[in-house]
Structures are given as structure tokens and as C-alpha cells.
């Protein structure tokens, strides 16, 4: 049995906004019945306000509540801040969601931005992807998108094929697409790795920043400074100063101290050379 908070409960029992919009000026879609759950949330905006939603939907109580928690939460809100709403903060605004249901509320997030990208001349500037691409069916079980996964992924820091099944279902029935799904979980943190590098300048800015703000001022404490002299690749070399240079095991301890802020901080390859 799964544990549900309070307020999980009361928008299963009392769902809000229920029903449909005639003169609807945006609608989104996500899911479908064949997979077992589906929304259809209608919108109306004015001024750039979304001024009413509701919606229907076709699933489990986790679906109807974060469905309902939903439309709560963009009632009275702009475009621009409801395009910024994630699956997370579904989740949170009813105080979480058990792992195995957290695609009710990716489902919700998927509807959502639907309705945007079909209300007027809508696009998020921060996806833009090739068509086909976007349309590559990786869980033909449950008809997901390698999209919608990899939006998962991004959202939620999601590592592992389970966890990817609990927020999008995908790989949840045959699961021959698992390998796929781990795949572009690979693909994903190599690309973060990738564009998280530094370069050279500013690395070398990084590690004198390191030292200047973090390592000094508590070498300076017990009348010790520390200097940076030199950077060859994953050696760095520093010059210590004061008590810090004037006993053998204080410099070995003192050496591992620094060594071990750098490499939390940049590389765990790091050596740090005292010259």
C-alpha cells in the first residue's frame, strides 16, 4: 500500500476545476488510454493570465490529484510563470508522491506544456528540437518520447532505468527498451559532464578563487597563508608561508587539507605540490 499525504488525498477525494472549457483557448493532451492513464487540460488566457483551467482525466487517484493540484496552481498566474512549472513542483504541492506514481505528475507537467505550445504563437525558446526528433518513440509499450524522458532526467536528477519507469512508465511492461532508456541516461550526464568543463583560464581562476576565499582564510588562523605558484595540468603547485611551512607534520597535514578542497571542489585527480 502506498502512503499518500493529506493533500494527495483531499484533490483525489474533492478534485478541483473538473470538466471541460467550450471556448477553450488552449488545450494540451498527454498520455493516452491504451497506456492506462490520459489528461486533457483546457486553459483560458487573457492579457497573457491563464484566467481558468480544468480539466478530465483517466487514471489513478495520483492522476486525478495532481491533475486537480494543477489547475490550482496556474489559475492567476502569467504564461511566462506557469511555463516554468516542472513535474517536481506538482509533486510538492501536494507534499510529495510515491516514486511508483510520479508519472501522474510528469503526465501533468506534459498536458501543460502542450496547451502552450499550442496557444497562439507559443514555443519554449529553451527546447527547441529537431521534429523528428522529438517524435522518437522509445517505450512503444507506453508510447514515450525520448523527450519526455530526457526531461525526466533533467528535472528530477533521475539515474537509474527504475527511476525513469516510475516518472514516465517507460520500460515498465516488455522492457526491451530498457537499454534505450539507459542509454540516454549515459548520454545525458556525459553531455552535463561535457558542458560543465573548463576552460584552462578558467580553471586556473577557479582554483585561485578556491584558495583565496576557502583556503587562506583558515590558514590564516594559525598564522599560516598559502600561495599560488604554478598550475601543469592536475598538479598544482602552491607555496605555504608562516607556521604552515615551519613543521614537517604540520606541512603534510596542512597539504592534505588543501588538497582534498580542491579536489571536492574541482577534480578528484588533483595533487597538490608544496614548492
Not at 476545476?17 to 489528461?39: E, H, R, T, W
Not at 509533486?91 to 499550442?118: F, I, Q, R, T, W
Not at 578563487?209 to 587562506?216: A, C, L, R, Y
Not at 595540468?233 to 580542491?262: M, P, W
Request: with cysteine.
Amino acid at each position: 500500500m502506498w502512503d499518500y499525504s493529506e493533500k494527495v488525498m483531499d484533490h483525489y477525494r474533492n478534485p478541483r476545476n473538473v470538466g471541460k472549457i467550450d471556448d477553450a483557448d488552449a488545450v494540451g493532451n498527454a498520455g493516452s488510454l491504451s497506456c492506462g492513464d490520459q489528461l486533457k487540460i483546457y486553459l483560458k488566457i487573457k492579457d497573457n493570465i491563464v484566467t481558468d483551467a480544468k480539466f478530465q482525466t483517466f487514471g489513478c487517484g495520483s492522476a486525478v490529484a495532481s491533475s486537480s493540484i494543477l489547475t490550482e496552481m496556474i489559475i492567476g498566474k502569467s504564461v511566462d510563470e506557469v511555463r516554468k512549472i516542472t513535474n517536481k513542483d506538482i509533486a510538492d504541492e501536494l507534499g510529495g508522491l510515491p516514486p511508483e506514481k510520479m508519472h501522474c505528475s510528469v503526465m501533468g507537467y506534459e498536458a501543460l506544456e502542450d496547451a502552450l505550445k499550442n496557444w497562439g504563437d507559443y514555443q519554449d525558446l529553451d527546447d527547441l528540437r529537431e521534429p523528428e526528433k522529438a517524435q522518437k518513440i522509445v517505450c512503444t509499450c507506453f508510447n514515450v518520447t525520448e523527450n519526455v524522458i530526457w526531461d525526466a532526467i533533467k528535472q528530477n536528477g533521475l539515474k537509474t532505468v527504475e527511476e525513469v519507469t516510475n516518472y514516465t512508465k517507460a520500460g515498465g511492461a516488455c522492457g526491451k527498451c530498457k537499454g534505450l532508456i539507459q542509454d540516454i541516461i549515459n548520454t545525458y550526464y556525459e553531455k552535463e559532464k561535457s558542458e560543465q568543463k573548463l576552460s584552462p583560464t578558467q580553471r586556473i581562476l577557479k582554483i585561485n578563487n578556491i584558495i583565496e576565499t576557502q583556503i587562506s582564510p583558515e590558514l590564516q588562523k594559525d598564522g599560516g597563508d598559502i600561495n599560488l605558484v604554478d598550475i601543469q595540468d592536475n598538479k598544482i603547485y602552491v607555496k605555504l608561508h608562516g607556521k604552515c611551512s615551519s613543521c614537517k607534520n604540520a606541512t603534510l597535514t596542512i597539504k592534505r587539507f588543501v588538497e582534498q578542497t580542491l579536489k571536492t571542489a574541482l577534480d578528484e585527480d588533483i595533487e597538490v605540490i608544496d614548492v
